[in-house]
């Protein structure tokens, strides 16, 4: 049988078969939207997650950790609204609850449930309200889009998705939800993800696959350069499709599978960056090696000079090259090509001659596409990022009063 | 007789005996600002300099660092409005020009002409106006004035400074002249800044009380993260007051003053950053040790969430302390104590209760002190910054266009 990939249209994080969402309004910072959620799967599932660096850990984080080392879990209680972060001792009772309550209403073990929390930094949670939440939220199959629209806070829309995969290891299905928007920053940000299979997996394989796949998705996006106590994502896998064990030996279209569900949310939490009007990819080639390539890319997609001049549609590529000169990347200015979309502006360190209104026009569209071509040796990476606009300001000048 | 540093009343750059300076419209980029000015010296100058870290280095830097090798020189010219950088060939050999314009005019060799260029990027000098505007320019002892308006880009005000120093070596004075604005970030930026003094200084112990100088003032200094390929700081010493020679061994005063005046300078470019409000003091003590405490500082004071906050007044501590998690400082929350102003609102980890209303109207103010105490060890340090408003956007976006 040949392998392929499908993405299921209105695919959730409760397309894989045996998983189960909902969500309520809890008033945990305002009546007016869903703040609270479950995710749960029918049966057991092996587990695996990938959480911040910041050495700042909320609550949540360091919970979750410490029951995902049994790499396994059924459920996740979500909540938006409060991060639970620098909260102290009471914080981590708070975090506690939270997995008791819902371990109380499904019949797990507290071990078997994660946390995950989003909001305000420094805060108590309300842990009476999202006590009575958790009693009140209803478990459907189609529980996933709620669960999506639970866990925003600046976000102006739920990203989710899901891609059913043949494969000769049997048929499959990968699901995924994430949330973003500020603080999103290479190696992790206020971002979660949530992605759930009914593929069986090994336990140990699910862990690296997941590192493999963040790397190269979640850990290139970049809105503000300011990462989070709170970056959480979190692979479950049942099993229900009874297909082969997918392992280190076997598991590369897995791999890819996972790879594109969390490149697909990855742009979307980019592209949904607080007042961002466009996303930015930042293809960088001839690199060094891989790590400097990274660096590079990273770094001129979170230029705020760059992010402010690709909003006002401007070429002004000097702040590109600028950006790409600080970033710690050996650079030979002679040899560098750079490129805005189709356009060539920069040939072995001289400025090649351009229309701007031309290029100007072109920048004004919903994506952007930079490419620096360093001639240097194979190293190669792709960033994305958004662009920088009073809007941002203003969504983060009154965030708590 | 005792020590003593006084301000000078409308001090300058050309406030030292025998530093002559001017400037004029070269139409660089408008006919309607003053963009090309000469500093000179009646008598040959011992000098010093500290030039950007960005591998990308505009020709003047390159040009200059050159020159510095002899370390010594008589003269500066500067441009705003066209930063001569990712010029190729060409650009150098329009720097070299400048040099050689003025090595002409004021009968010097090339070699003793410094140069610095600041404004955009990737755009060639209009060396022919600027050849003429050089010939324009008439020298005056007042002139320090005329100069440190014709640096400005987006300053909003010149930014000089001179200081006089009794000492037991002779007395002598210190002048200073510098602009900032945007592309301000630790380890320099489109900063330049030129210091004159009428001491004698030893040439090596003049690089290095620079270096010193810089490190505490000008490297603490952010406004965006963006650095710039054309950072100049640049000292000349002509020994026209006659004191002893100031060397290592006796250079303490020499040194403390040098710093006074870096300092005052950085802190108007950190306060006149684009679009920028308020100055924002980032202290860090009980760190691991100096290069950490640094590190904390400069990443707290440069991040555009805790910059957002603090524009709109919101005590949303959080940030400050999620920035920090993330600086690479080693940092143990539940010995962390953090001050806005003179309120604690973390103190050992857990959030201390405080009236937001009367935090935000403290935060209200023109200067915002942000203290840390990461009760680790005994490293130290300050940085600034500044808020981010929806007025840098409006600023950056539309820059060349």
Redesign the interface.
Known sequence: MESSFKVIASGSVTSPQGFLAGAVKANIKSREKLDLAILCSEKPCVAAGVFT?????AAPVTLSQKHLKARKAQAVVINSGC?N??????GMADAVEMTRSVAEKLGLSTEDVLVASTG?????LPVERIRAGISQIALTRDGGHELARAMMTTDTFPKETAISVESGLGSFTIGGVAKGA??I?P?MATMLCFLTTDATVDARFLQSALQKAVDVSFNMITV??????SDTVVILANGLAKTETINEGNGELFQKALDKVCLYLAKCVARDGEGATKLIEVNVDGALDEAQARLAARIVA????VK??I?????????V???????G???N?RKLDVYLNDFC??K????VPFD?QEV?TSLAGKEVLMKLCLNLGEGKAVAWGCD???E??????????
């Open positions: 660096t910041n050495a700042i850990k991060a972060a620098c909260t102290g001792d009471s305000v930094i420094g805060v108590p500020g603080m920053h190696n503000d350069g300011d990462t989070s106590p979170s230029s705020p000079l402010a001049a909003h006002g549609n401007d070429p002004n590529w000097g702040r090259v600028a950006a790409l000169g600080r970033s990347a050996k650079v200015e502006v920069m072995q360190g001289s400025p701007k100007s920088l606009s009073e941002y300001v203003t969504i983060n000048s009154d965030y708590t009063s």
